[in-house]
Structure formats: structure tokens, C-alpha cells
């Protein structure tokens, strides 16, 4: 079995509050930390995820605008 990581557990913690509340629930600072953490994960393999990785670093990049631009 592949090691988790911090970093593994970290995007598994946030994407748990986004699924169960949005991406509203976060600030700014963990929206930010999970578009890093979702970018560096690999879903090359599998087309689906790749296309699921897309989708929700495209809805967390809106997020962080609105944020930033309050």
C-alpha cells in the first residue's frame, strides 16, 4: 500500500468540508492551500479524476477570486 502523506491527509481534510459544506466553508488561506495540494496530485492514470482535478481547481480558483475581491 502507497505511504500517506501529510499532504495527502491535508487535501483529504479539506476536500471532507468541501464536500460536506463548499468551498464556502473555507477561507482563504485553506482554499489556497488546496488548490496547491490538489495540483501536485497525479490523476494522469485515470481519465475521470483527471477530468474531476480540472473541474474543482476551476470552482476553487473562482472561489479564491470572489474572496479576493471583497
Known amino acids: 500500500m502507497d505511504h500517506i502523506t501529510d499532504e495527502d491527509r491535508r487535501r483529504i481534510e479539506l476536500l471532507e468540508i468541501v464536500s460536506k459544506n463548499g468551498l464556502k466553508a473555507l477561507n ?38 470572489d474572496l479576493e475581491e471583497r
Open 28 to 65: 482563504l488561506s485553506e482554499l489556497t492551500q488546496l488548490r496547491v495540494l490538489v495540483e501536485k496530485k497525479d490523476y494522469s492514470y485515470n481519465k475521470k479524476a483527471q477530468k474531476s482535478k480540472a473541474r474543482l481547481l476551476a470552482k476553487i480558483n473562482a472561489a479564491i477570486f
